[in-house]
């Protein structure tokens, strides 16, 4: 009855409470990004104090040389970080280039499903390659042509195969045979 009765209040959350509700959290998360932000400028400043401290001029030349040569180590070394890190970063995009191509290619890879023979008139396969914006009317079979097949007398003979050959047998047959081509 207590999981009930703590369901039904949930639900009974007037819209005044919810706006204060949203006022308190978006307060709350207002002075959580200023602390934040605060932060970041206090780790800013303590590098840039920790990597470059304050300059003393020198007053003779020969101060002012070794000064200049302190600072072009300095340059160098950074350069050389510099460069490293952008190796590493293209090296790493490299690898994430592969590994895209990979995941491409399996999610590439899938069993092709069986196909299954669809009835389709000519009309309506016209339609489907050209879309509804062409109408053609394609009567295949109106088109074709009549064609009267000639029946050839040997065609005509309809009797007994075992008493044609019998009679193409012998001197006899051969001269039926050469007088029925000619």
Known sequence: MD??????????V???RKSKLKSLLLQIGQSM?????LEVERRKIS???EKCPPLNFPQSMLELQELCEKLHNQID???EERYDAAGKVSKSRMEIDDLKMVVQDLNGRFKKPALRRVRMSAEAMVAALLGSKHKVSMDLRGNLQQVKREVKEEEKHTGDWRKNIEDKS?????KKM???EA
Do not use: A, I, W
């Open 178 to 180: 050469f007088e029925t």
């Open 14 to 16: 007037s819209s005044s």
């Open 77 to 79: 070394l950074v350069d």
């Open 33 to 37: 990004l200023e602390q934040e932000s």
């Open 170 to 174: 012998g001197m006899d047959g051969r």
């Open 47 to 49: 590098y840039m104090e």
């Open 3 to 12: 999981f009930l009765q703590s369901k039904m209040s949930e639900k009974k």
